[in-house]
Each structure stands twice: as C-alpha cells, then as structure tokens.
C-alpha cells in the first residue's frame, strides 16, 4: 500500500477529512457489533472473541487509511459516495474476518453469511461507478478500491479454509498481490503500470464470484475443492500473464 500513502503534493480538503473520520466512527463500530451479532446468531459461545478480532483487524486497517488519506494527494472537496461505500466495505469485511475467531460456528450461519459476502461483492461494483458518475476518481481511492479487494479474497479464503471447504492452499489465492509487491522491491519493473485489461477485470469477477459460491451450505467436498483449485489456477494463470507482459514491457525499455 505504499503508493496509497505516498506525500501529498497538494492540501487535502478539511470537510472530505471530516467526512472520512465520521464514516470511520460509524463504520468501526457498526463492524464489531456486526460480527457479535453474527457469532451470536450462529450460537457461538465465544462471541466476544469474534467482536474482539474485529476490533483488532478494523483499528489499525481504519488508522492506515485515515493516515492515507490525510497524506494523500485527494484533488476534491468532499469523500464522496464511492469512497463511502469502499470504507464500509472493509468494514463488513472486517466484520467477516472476526468470524474465524468461532470456526465451529461457521457452518451454522448458512445463508445469512453468504447473502453478506455477496452484498460485499456487489458492493464492489458500486463504488466504481459512483466515481465515474460523480468525477471523484482519485488515485487514492482507486488504490484503496485494489486494497479492499485484497482484503475480501484474503478473509474470504481464510473462511473457505476453516469451513473445511478447501485446504490452507486456497490462501495462496489471498496472498497473492501482497507476494507480487513484495517482489516487486527486489524487481521494480514489476511496479510498471499495466493497461487496463477487460481478461483482469473478468477474472476477477470470476475469483471474487466463486468465494461467494465456496461458501454455500450445498456446496461441500470433494467439489468444493475441485472449485477452489479451479479458481486459483485461472487467477495464477492472469497473474503469470500479467508478469510476462510487465517482463517484456521493461525488456524493450532497456
């Protein structure tokens, strides 16, 4: 996330700070009590530990931002509606994260926790076209959109894995972006900027589809795993893609 932070050339506006800390203030708490609620529905005795990694998973996430944002060189005048629903999207994917502190009660919640996944995926289309609608993209929010992404196919693999879904492998599909930035501070020509790509946006869409699928009570193994591997196949595969186009992309600029 290191491009999200980076020093802002210009001020940011103080009534779009504003409106960031309130969403924060009402998002933070709205994911604790979320999950408690959750845990509880599902009769989970630890119900607080789902509240409390929550908490644990939300602090520092909203603090990073906040700081982000503040530094940030954001060029309007207020937050605006996408980066709203972007920040409340990782709220409830914070919410989602404190549920693997009661796996047991995993399998109880059903469909109430699959309708939540999906309304976060759904979600994730409309952040993107409320800043087109509204000329507010930002590079900020662009960013943390990309970071809100990683964060839900993460959480959501984590679920798929204590649900006995998958196997612990499934999480390499999570961990997959934050290996390539890592990477890319010992191969910079992996930090190129790619072209936009319609195959990147669809399998996204496929990847982020089939977590949701994962977690349905009707699907279990071996399909399940079948489904799972199929998923991390064709995302390695874009990535791989991805590599070789940004490999040949700095061959021709040397």
């Not at 990694?53 to 503040?70: D, E, K, R, Y």
């Not at 998958?166 to 934050?178: A, D």
């Not at 009570?217 to 595969?237: D, E, K, N, R, T």
Request: aromatic share 6%; charged share 10%; with cysteine.
């Amino acid at each position: 996330m290191d491009k999200l932070f980076a020093t802002a050339d210009i001020a940011v506006s103080p009534h779009a700070q504003r409106q960031a800390w309130v969403v924060v203030a009402v998002a933070l708490p709205s994911a604790v009590v979320g999950a408690f609620a959750l845990a509880s529905h599902a009769g989970a005795d630890q119900a607080l530990a789902a509240a409390a990694l929550t908490a644990c998973v939300i602090c520092p996430a909203s603090a990073l931002v906040l700081l982000g944002f503040q530094r940030s060189a954001y060029p309007h005048a207020r937050l605006g509606l996408c980066n709203m629903v972007t920040l409340l999207r990782g709220a409830a994917i914070a919410a989602l994260a404190g549920l693997l502190a009661v796996p047991d009660a995993l399998g109880a919640l059903g469909y109430p926790l699959v309708a939540l996944a999906a309304v976060i995926l759904g979600l994730d289309g409309v952040d993107g076209w409320a800043a087109r609608r509204t000329g507010l993209s930002s590079r900020f929010g662009a960013r943390l959109d990309v970071e809100t992404d990683v964060a839900f196919a993460l959480v959501m693999a984590a679920l798929a894995v204590a649900m006995a879904k998958v196997g612990p492998w499934f999480l390499l599909l999570g961990l997959l972006r934050p290996a390539f930035l890592i990477a890319g501070r010992v191969w910079p020509w992996l930090h190129a900027p790619l072209a936009p790509s319609q195959r990147r946006r669809v399998v996204a869409g496929v990847q982020m589809g089939g977590q949701v699928a994962l977690l349905l009570p009707v699907l279990s193994a071996p399909l399940s795993y079948w489904l799972g591997a199929a998923i991390l196949l064709v995302v390695l595969g874009s990535f791989l893609r991805d590599i070789q186009a940004l490999r040949r992309q700095a061959g021709a600029l040397a």
